[in-house]
């Protein structure tokens, strides 16, 4: 079997499994067209800003695919194709699109809260705040990756740095024409879409090259990068979304469409040869270095594309107060993460085409091994090599810094969410708060801490002392761990809500089950990897799993009690289903 029609094969599970499980999903939960969603009931212009379907679908894959579905599957491949493979298809569909659509719609239903608020509803106060905490930890670990890695590439590629910033200022001008002006989608599209790609020409004619123009080590240039994307991601999360993240992640989707579409096309026209092994045993010599079992390493490796705990919190951060409409919730949270599946595979596809030796050198640097495979497939199709690496690397840029940004202000929500007073009272019944009034209802000291400035600033800071740390080589296995482990938290909120509803709970509490195995056991072994090497990790490592181990004490009690109630009637069902 070839590439291309492994691909191809894969291709139709996807589409399949779309319209089959993700129906029965929109069945399960209720899809109701007519129930007005909090981006109209809450409207602020600021954060809650009803937005067209394909806006949205835009900026929520953006967000959510990072560089993970190409990192994840071609740091799973030392193992042999085959296992990341069955993974993928297996995750994507039944785990990593379920977790996202259900996240998603019961963050809608409440209101467009988080899925903390939603904590807290299902395992009271100290559950909340539990999850923050834990979630806030996951954050600060996800930013450094990220910043590590965009800012390596803009050390490597400087054309991706300059027609990143590029794309930065059309945002603005976009949004401006959009919002003030009353441009229509369709014709602003017409005119900013061929920008953005006139912006990856302009890169390659003006990189920024801080190595050669200012006589700098990589390193220090590194250390440059990542000052300015602290100051970047600062002003992206106390922006306004419709005037930065929005238009930004809607122009930035077509650079990631027009990625795709250049690899499935390249693809199929070059029919590339399988040449790595299906399986190459339970333990292989990974990226990093060190002998690593498969089991759960595979698991930890390939989170989105499969399933990934950060993508709760943009469904239910930023996503559910932009969906017009519930029935965009299927397109957008389980449509985005079947998106994010393909290209896992493509990235897989692309890596199996090396010779082993090959790949073992060079699936070191996954977003360049990708970037190399691909652009060798496209000169079947007439686009010189050269071009097409170009053009990949800006498209993973712009995954990377929309997952970037969009994570710093999730961030800036939870650290600020930490220090709210409890929703819930002690009976079970919401306490009203306005989210206008509330914070000049805390005490002085809790007032500062939760200004959005000095939340941005602490999570933008905590996060560079983290990237400071160690590698991203270093730093993404405890990543994966812990955000393997966010999902397995959050399956245990979907699991009490589908229970209390007296619905299919069993869909969420398998996966559940296995998520938390597979990534505590991951936690774990970074911990012993790590011992005496990186203490920063270790340390962080450890307090993961305290907090999940208190975590999935509290819930085992939750459950029990809510089952007794389940049993008596279900009465706290709607009080969960329309807060």
């Known amino acids: 079997m070839s590439g291309s029609v492994l691909f191809c094969i894969c291709l139709a599970y996807f589409v399949l499994a779309y319209f089959v499980y993700g129906g ?250 399988i040449k790595m092994a299906a399986f190459n045993g339970w333990e292989a010599v990974t990226a990093d270095g060190n002998m690593t079992a498969m089991i759960p390493a595979l698991f930890i490796f390939i989170a989105c594309g499969a399933c990934s705990g950060f993508h709760s919190l943009v469904a239910s951060g930023t996503t559910s107060k932009q969906i017009n409409s519930e029935k965009d919730m299927v397109k957008i949270g389980y449509g985005g993460m079947i998106m994010e599946g393909i290209v896992g595979i493509m990235a897989l596809v692309a890596v199996m085409s090396f010779e082993p030796a090959t790949f073992m050198e060079v699936g070191k640097n996954q977003p360049m091994a990708f970037a190399t495979a691909i652009a060798s497939f496209s000169t079947a199709v007439g686009i010189p090599e050269v071009y097409a690496k170009v053009f990949i690397s800006l498209a993973i840029s712009a995954f990377m810094m929309t997952s970037l940004d969009t994570a710093t202000r999730l961030g800036r929500f939870i650290w600020q969410e930490i220090f709210l007073p409890r929703t819930i009272d002690r009976d079970g019944k919401e306490i009203e708060i306005d989210p206008k009034t509330a914070r000049a209802q805390l005490a002085p000291w809790r007032r500062h801490l939760t200004n959005t400035y000095t939340a941005a600033i602490i999570v933008v800071g905590a996060s560079i002392l983290m990237a400071l740390s160690g590698s991203a080589a270093s730093i993404w296995p405890i990543f994966g761990a812990s955000n393997q482990l966010m999902a397995a938290l959050t399956f245990l909120g979907i699991t009490i809500y589908l229970l209390v509803k007296g619905s299919k709970w069993y869909i969420a509490f398998i996966p559940m089950v296995f998520m938390m195995v597979m990534s505590l056991w991951g936690v774990i072994q970074v911990i012993t990897q790590q011992w005496g090497k990186n203490m920063v990790l270790v340390v962080a490592g450890c307090f993961l799993v305290v907090m999940a181990v208190l975590m999935i004490a509290l819930g085992l009690s939750i459950i029990s009690h809510h089952l007794r109630i389940h049993f008596k009637g279900g009465q706290h069902a709607t009080a969960i289903e329309e807060a």
């Open 24 to 273: 029965f999903l929109a069945r399960v939960f209720k899809i109701d067209p007519n129930r007005p969603t909090p981006a109209h009931t809450q409207y602020d212009g600021v954060d809650y800003v009803p937005t067209p379907a394909p806006v949205l679908y835009g900026h929520h894959f953006a967000s959510i695919a990072g560089p993970g579905p190409i990192v994840g599957p071609i740091m799973a491949a030392y193992f042999g194709f085959l296992p990341a493979l069955i993974w993928i298809l297996v995750g994507c569909v039944f785990v990593g699109a379920f977790h996202d659509f259900a996240a998603l719609v019961m963050s809608v239903r409440n209101r467009g809260r988080s899925i903390s608020f939603i904590m807290e509803r299902l395992m009271g106060y100290t559950g909340r705040q539990l999850f923050l905490i834990f979630c806030m930890a996951c954050l600060v670990l996800i930013v450094a990756i990220f910043s590590l890695m965009i800012a390596g590439m803009f050390v490597q590629l400087p054309e991706v740095a300059s027609a990143s910033i590029m794309f930065i200022v059309l945002a603005p001008i976009f949004a401006f024409c959009t919002v003030r002006l009353k441009m229509r989608l369709a014709p602003a599209s017409f005119i900013f879409v061929p920008l953005v790609f006139f912006c990856v020409y302009l890169g390659t004619v003006v990189p920024i090259d801080l190595v050669n123009a200012f006589d700098m080590d990589s390193g220090s240039a590194t250390m440059v990068w990542l000052a300015v994307l602290a100051i970047y991601i600062f002003g992206a999360s106390v922006i306004p979304v419709q005037w930065l993240l929005q238009p930004r992640d809607y122009l930035n989707s077509y650079l990631l469409y027009g990625m795709l579409a250049l690899g499935i096309v390249s693809i199929l026209a070059y029919n590339p040869e």
